[in-house]
């Protein structure tokens, strides 16, 4: 999606290949009308799945840019289009509060309840309304426009919901892709077919006898909302909330007018939800209204795109808070800064001053406070603050190395690319790529990014290594010095291989042909005196020679035109493609390990602001690149721990995939909590684990699993424990006490 200014209602935009584009634009910039850069026709197969499918979960501005139509209309007659590939035009839609392109329409699959094997399937936008989809059913069935038929949406195996109102939105009503719908026309006795035994049994009646477990329950994916239900399954677990929603306490708490909270709207739908669960009446619930009212207060949260839960639950909580706000008229409060007072005494203040303005469940159940030191490096000036936390992000330690695969090509005509495994320093150059392979042996080697036969990029051996991403197939090639003297100009020139169309035309006196590129281009060093026609003719036919074609050391500025028979004849397609894979790549890659108590340590640990974010200091008056400290004041009950995981650089976007090793109970905080024990209300420093909300897989391609069978039963387990040591004296002459062990979440 993307933000867009559109002021017609029907207002479309274009897709365009990320690597086209780059191409095209590389063509515009550079105003070479050389053949090697020429774009060519506009070639969207990467976006493509089979038949014209557009692959899931594409980004733009990674994947595709957007074009308004006149300029995509444009680049149409300019450049045509490869293959007879459709356009892909998609619709700016007006939902709450932003316009944004529809990349991915509904998908519904359509039936009729009396013969639901006739499965046809259609697009929609999601601001169509249902009844948008009837129209378009009664077409395809023929059913009479006057037939008033009833709509069934049937989102999982058991469960079927009849739709009543027709006329909100497929986004109101949280339709999404891969949902069937099934419509049911009137006997002729004028019953209906589903009032009848067996049929279209709505899962609402099997409900309503089971009787599991309270909080055991599913949560319903509406497509791609497992980041939600993975936070919701997370809070749902947390006691003191749940115990606050189900005793009803927020009734008297829903702060209706908070400018800063969503009417109450998102604490009574929570509320909905988790009385759901914890009914022991359902299987599993489908959190569909609460959905609609996240997707209305925050619209990033709308349809379908994955989202990184921590997003979601800092949302929630934020909101929640606002909603159950006991604090209905805020004051204005100055702040004080520390003067060199006691900690104890600032951070007193600083909690209550948080509690003048913020005062509700979360509050008490989530907020902790750290403290934050900062030094100037130049007039030594600290200024110390408290600060409230809801949760503590912390961060993982990052490798400085990163693995690299490329492949290697040799001078040696004869031999295939060979794939190589290498280390390569993370904030390297690429000439370190170069040393890596090469082992230090200084053979000249020339590092390439090659696509559709042709250098897409050659890199300096002074660039940056995250200019290259994982996915980039990357060549290096060796380069022969062929220079004699040491002061002759050497010139880089790139070969690519084209195969000539057999059309000609004598008529104009000459040939005339199209080409197309194939195999994989090549690259050479010459003396700039040996860069003449006939030279490198010559030197061509020698290395042309030597039969096998597909490193024919042949390479020239120009491109190779081969005749299709020629090609025919001496290219061996299959022959070309192959590569040998050296003995790095045996080697098992190996996943690094840390522990949490690492990652809570690096939150702690003295850092330099960055240049992007200095600090004012009051007594220089002037910005300074200070130091900064964290540490913990004190903890809250229960305390969600976030791993930042996702690293975003200007070049890249990253997962880090490090095992994060973590306690399943007594995580201990007691050693690097800042405010000392001894004093009456002892904050809680000792935490056992009740919820992990987990993402699995890629950025683009992730999956967020709760695995809510597993982790509830092993919850329930947790629980019973947890209220057993409720009653035992905890550490060594400590009282029984009614304070639940602190809880865990990560
Ligand atoms: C073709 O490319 C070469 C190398 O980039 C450049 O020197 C030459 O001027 C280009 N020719 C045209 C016609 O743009
Ligand atoms: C379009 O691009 C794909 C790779 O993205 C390539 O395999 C294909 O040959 C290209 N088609 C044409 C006609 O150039
Ligand atoms: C080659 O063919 C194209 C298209 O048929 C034509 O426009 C062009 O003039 C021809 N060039 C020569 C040299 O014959
Ligand atoms: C942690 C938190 O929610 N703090 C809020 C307390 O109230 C002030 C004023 O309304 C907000 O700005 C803070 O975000
Ligand atoms: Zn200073």
């Not at 029907?10 to 070479?32: A, H, N, Q």
């Not at 005196?529 to 490198?536: E, I, K, N, P, V």
Request: include cysteine; charged fraction near 25%; glycine fraction near 4%.
């Amino acid at each position: 999606t993307t933000k867009v200014e559109c002021y017609s209602s029907l207002c479309y935009r274009y897709l365009v290949g990320r690597r086209w584009f780059d191409l095209w634009e590389e063509y515009v910039k550079t105003g070479d009308q050389n053949s090697s850069s020429f774009p060519g026709r506009i070639n969207n197969t990467e976006l493509f799945e089979n038949s014209y499918r557009l692959k899931e979960r594409l980004v733009e501005n990674e994947d595709f840019v957007l074009f308004p139509a006149e300029a995509w209309h444009k680049l149409l007659s300019w450049y045509g289009m490869v293959d007879e590939q459709p356009a892909l035009e998609r619709k700016v839609i007006d939902l709450p509060s932003t316009l944004k392109v529809e990349i991915y329409p509904v998908e519904i699959f359509l039936c009729l309840h009396s013969n639901m094997d006739d499965v046809e399937t259609e697009q929609f936008s999601r601001t169509d309304t249902i009844l948008a989809i009837q129209k378009v059913m009664q077409k395809r069935f023929e059913v009479a426009e006057d037939a008033e038929p009833r709509l069934w949406m049937k989102s999982s195996d058991t469960s079927c919901e009849r739709l009543r109102n027709i006329h909100v939105t497929l986004l109101d009503a949280c339709l999404s892709s891969g949902m069937t719908m099934i419509m049911e026309v009137r006997n002729s006795d004028g019953t209906w077919p589903s009032s009848r035994p067996q049929i279209m049994r709505n899962s609402v009646d099997e409900q309503d006898t089971y009787r599991g477990q309270p909080g055991v329950c599913g949560l319903t994916n509406l497509g791609n909302t497992c980041f939600m239900n993975s936070a919701l399954q997370c809070l749902s677990n947390t006691p003191p909330l749940t115990e606050y929603f189900l005793r009803n306490s927020y009734l008297d708490e829903l702060n209706f007018n908070n400018p800063l909270g969503m009417k109450g709207e998102i604490a009574e739908a929570y509320a909905d939800v988790i009385k759901q669960m914890w009914s022991g009446r359902h299987y599993s619930v489908v959190p569909r209204i609460f959905k609609t009212k996240v997707g209305h207060f925050a619209s990033q949260f709308l349809g379908y795109q994955q989202h990184d839960s921590q997003e979601l639950l800092s949302f929630l909580l934020d909101g929640l808070h606002e909603d159950l706000n006991r604090v209905k008229n805020k004051e204005y409060i100055e702040l004080r800064d520390a003067d060199g007072r006691p900690d104890q005494e600032v951070a007193e203040e600083a909690w209550r001053n948080h509690r003048r303005r913020n005062d509700s469940v979360i509050v008490d159940t989530f907020h902790g406070l750290f403290k934050s030191t900062l030094v100037c490096p130049e007039c030594h000036k600290v200024s110390v603050t408290f600060d409230p936390f809801c949760y503590l992000s912390v961060p993982l330690p990052v490798s400085k190395e990163r693995v690299m695969e490329v492949f290697f090509v040799s001078l040696d005509p004869l031999s295939k690319p060979v794939q190589h495994r290498v280390v390569v320093p993370k904030a390297g150059k690429v000439i370190d790529l170069c040393m890596a392979l090469s082992q230090a042996t200084g053979i000249p080697m020339v590092v390439a990014d090659v696509f559709n036969h042709r250098f897409y990029k050659i890199y300096h051996v002074d660039e940056s290594l995250s200019c290259i991403l994982d996915r980039d197939d990357i060549f290096v090639y060796e380069i022969s010095s062929t220079c004699e003297g040491e002061d002759e100009e050497e010139v880089l020139l790139a070969v690519y291989m084209r195969e000539r169309s057999h059309y000609r035309d004598y008529g104009s006196g000459g040939s005339n042909y199209s080409t197309t590129l194939f195999g994989h281009p090549l690259l050479m060093a010459l003396p700039r005196a040996q860069c003449t026609r006939d030279s490198l003719y010559q030197l061509f036919l020698q290395h042309g020679s030597n039969v096998l074609w597909h490193h024919l050391a042949a390479p020239l500025y120009v491109a190779i035109d081969w005749d299709p028979d020629m090609k025919k004849k001496y290219y061996n397609e299959n022959e070309a493609e192959k590569y040998v894979k050296d003995q790095s790549m045996d080697v098992p890659q190996q996943q690094t390990t840390v522990q949490l108590q690492e990652c809570i340590e690096l939150f702690t640990t003295v850092e330099t602001l960055e240049e992007e974010n200095p600090w004012y200091c009051p007594t220089c008056k002037k910005h300074q690149l200070a130091t900064k400290k964290l540490d913990l004041w004190s903890l809250p009950e229960v305390l969600i721990i976030h791993l930042k995981r996702f690293s975003y650089t200007k070049y890249s976007r990253e997962k880090l995939d490090t095992i994060v090793d973590f306690p399943l109970r007594h995580l201990d905080f007691s050693g690097c909590l800042l405010r000392k024990a001894g004093t009456d209300c002892e904050p809680p420093s000792r935490y056992d684990l009740i919820a992990v909300s987990n993402h699995y897989g890629g950025l683009r391609d992730g999956h967020c699993t709760f695995h809510s069978f597993y982790i509830n039963w092993g919850l329930g387990a947790l629980l019973k424990d947890t209220s057993v040591m409720d009653c035992q004296p905890r550490g060594s002459n400590r009282q029984p006490s009614s304070h639940r062990a602190g809880s865990l979440t990560i």
